[in-house]
């Protein structure tokens, strides 16, 4: 049996017979989630308590680590290792996985036991962030060789190297791989449960290196469930010692493994025969910034000089101006970074390459001249100049700002989204639809531009008076006729990066209750740009109060759609509910509003963060994706 992630392909298909199962394999295969069907195919060992403490047993034996070491749990699955040290005293273990299922099981259980134990979902190859602060790094249960290239296996031991203290130790648990070579079973079956059984064919690779699996699991009532391919790099003692010392560990051991302990005992697979070794790191690595005293940052924003025709009068107000000075102000909190500002825009590509930054904090989402059609202008300006910046890309921003493609893209993944309609300015023949009421606004744009109190329209009457306001505003610009959602409205932030650590905050739901009856509630261009409207006045903000399988599913849409649409870094998801409680997706906001009054610090501040905290977390999180810093900013 084969301990590891495996891709899956649909449920109640298979290929048939195959002759070369190398000829099928996903390069990234690795990257499909763990799910309920790992721990059924494989529990009799991954989810066996007596194979766990023997397994901890070794590690506390061999190590000799303390209960105030810090450990790091590498492709840590469920999670059971990280608890049984938990278990037995250790308050400072954290676990890292690929898997969003079995990290989400991890919490749980850690809950359940109340640990104090992190689990957080992020790529091996990415731990940068925990830089000189780990005393010992477990790779338990075959966690290594996953990847197709092995220059990936060597870039993880490298990692490995750089978030260890002095002299702290990584612990292997791996396959034997010259055993395996000569004694791996090409084909079984074993019943699993009283319901399910597997039948499991392997072959070595055409290079040598690689043991391909394949496991076809069946009902045996409805038939087959999954038809998966995955594969594992065989070490043997001699080749993992190599890479160890490349990688500028020394003191290379090997121990003996603990017994494998299975519930049924039939086919064991990979975990058949072991490698258990251990290394130590002696020297501190050397970051890109440790030679400086802080990292320089620009901090670009919109021109106060030109026109905006997205804010109220067209122009920067006393409140835009105070909204940047605190902004200023919290950034200067962030002691570990240097700050200029550019917000010059006629002047922009001469000072950008007169004196070109080393990172640019992008904070101008007014787009290139106050041109709200122009956000992507400004990230393509940095991309040709080749200059690191925060946030989205410019192909990001160009596809989020296109409100039905963004429909179309959720609606491929099974996240719900408002039925609607699209309408051309220039079709003059278009239908248009009559179910009411229905929410009228333009396809593009941001800042609720072009969305008033207006447009929420219950009759054809009102609805073409309203796409006739839009196209005298908006000329060419299309237009979305959609269902309006009567029920609650809440945004979903990440923080962060996938594979790198992408955290929620607190979801927020509006508070439409003090609005006046008359008015419909929505989040509008008055709740946004006018201090006279109740719009602004009346409308608030609350931590929302949600079932746990609602915030769960918010907030798993919200990360799906955040690697899918290749946002960076943060991003704002907004939903609102239909009359039957289901939540549609509104829009995806890249690069959200960052202002101190926005949602962002709004939710940031009910995660206990402060204005500069949250501005510290989205920079700690492009300077650590783009290379600039492995560690916290302070």
């Not at 109640?12 to 199962?21: A, H, K, N």
């Not at 979903?492 to 992408?502: E, H, R, T, W």
């Not at 079932?547 to 960076?568: A, H, I, K």
Request: glycine fraction near 6%; include cysteine.
């Amino acid at each position: 049996m084969a301990h590891t992630s495996k891709a899956i392909s649909p449920v109640g298909r298979t290929i048939g017979p195959v002759t070369d199962l190398e000829r099928h394999l996903p390069s990234d295969w690795w990257k499909t989630l763990f799910n309920a069907l790992y721990l059924k195919t494989d529990g009799d060992v991954v989810e066996n308590r007596d194979a766990t403490v023997s397994e901890v047993d070794s590690i506390l034996a061999i190590t000799g680590v303390t209960r105030d070491k810090r450990i790091l749990d590498l492709c840590c699955g469920q999670g059971r290792h990280s608890l049984e040290l938990s278990r037995r005293g250790f308050e400072n273990v954290i676990g890292i996985d690929r898997s969003r299922y079995l990290v989400r099981l991890a919490r749980k259980r850690a809950h359940q036991e109340k640990f104090k134990t992190k689990f957080h979902e992020g790529d091996a190859r990415k731990i940068r962030q925990y830089r000189n602060e780990i005393d010992v790094v477990l790779l338990m249960g075959n966690s290594f060789g996953y990847f197709e290239n092995e220059e990936d296996d060597e870039k993880l031991v490298s990692q490995i190297s750089e978030v260890l203290r002095k002299n702290g130790i990584v612990y292997f648990d791996i396959a034997d791989g010259d055993f395996l070579k000569t004694h791996f079973e090409k084909r079984s079956w074993e019943w699993i449960d009283p319901n399910h059984f597997v039948c499991r064919e392997r072959e070595l690779a055409k290079d040598g290196k690689r043991l391909i699996s394949r496991e076809v699991i069946v009902n045996a009532e409805s038939g087959v469930i999954a038809d998966q391919f995955y594969a594992e790099r065989l070490y043997n003692r001699a080749q993992l010692e190599e890479l160890l010392h490349n990688a500028g560990f020394t003191n290379v051991r090997f121990h003996a493994a603990a017994e494998t302990i299975s519930d049924r005992n039939q086919d064991l697979g990979m975990l058949s025969q072991r490698i258990v070794c251990t290394a130590v790191f002696p020297e501190l690595t050397a970051s890109p910034h440790d030679h400086l005293d802080k990292v320089p940052v620009t901090v670009l924003l919109g021109d106060p000089s030109l026109p905006d025709p997205v804010k109220l009068n067209q122009q920067f107000n006393p409140e835009d101006l105070a909204t940047v000075k605190k902004a200023h102000d919290a950034l200067e909190e962030i002691k570990d970074c240097e700050f200029g500002y550019l917000d010059n825009h006629k002047t922009l590509m001469s000072n950008l390459l007169t004196k070109t930054p080393k990172f640019v904090l992008n904070l101008c989402d007014e787009g290139y001249n106050n041109d709200p059609f122009k956000e992507l202008h400004v990230p393509a300006i940095l991309e040709m100049l080749n200059i690191p910046y925060s946030g989205a890309a410019p192909v990001c921003l160009g596809i989020c700002y296109n409100k039905s493609l963004v429909s179309l893209i959720a609606s491929s993944l099974d996240i719900a989204t408002p039925l609607e309609t699209y309408y051309d300015q220039s079709d003059m023949s278009a239908t248009l639809p009559s179910i009411f009421p229905a929410l009228v606004k333009p396809n593009f744009g941001d800042s609720s531009i072009g969305i008033t109190s207006q447009a929420v329209v219950h009759s054809p009457e009102q609805l073409l008076d309203y796409v006739q306001n839009l196209r005298n505003q908006l000329p060419d610009v299309p237009i979305l006729l959609q269902e309006y959602l009567p029920g609650p409205e809440y945004s979903v932030a990440l923080i962060g990066n996938p594979g790198m650590a992408l955290e929620p905050l607190p979801i927020l739901e509006v508070d439409f209750s003090a609005l006046p009856a008359e008015l419909p509630p929505i989040l509008g261009y008055e709740s946004k740009w006018d201090p006279e409207s109740p719009y602004w006045t009346q409308i608030g903000y609350k931590e929302a109060k949600l079932p746990e399988d609602m915030r769960r599913l918010l907030v798993d849409q919200s990360s799906l759609l955040f690697e899918r649409l290749q946002c960076r870094d943060y991003a704002r998801f907004d939903y609102r509910c239909g009359a039957d409680g289901v939540p549609k997706l509104l829009e995806v906001n890249p690069n959200p509003g960052w202002c101190w009054d926005g949602k962002l610090n709004i939710m940031a501040k009910w995660a206990g963060w402060s204005y500069a905290d949250l501005l510290r977390h989205i920079l700690e999180a492009a300077l650590r994706r783009t290379g600039l810093i492995h560690g916290k900013l302070h």
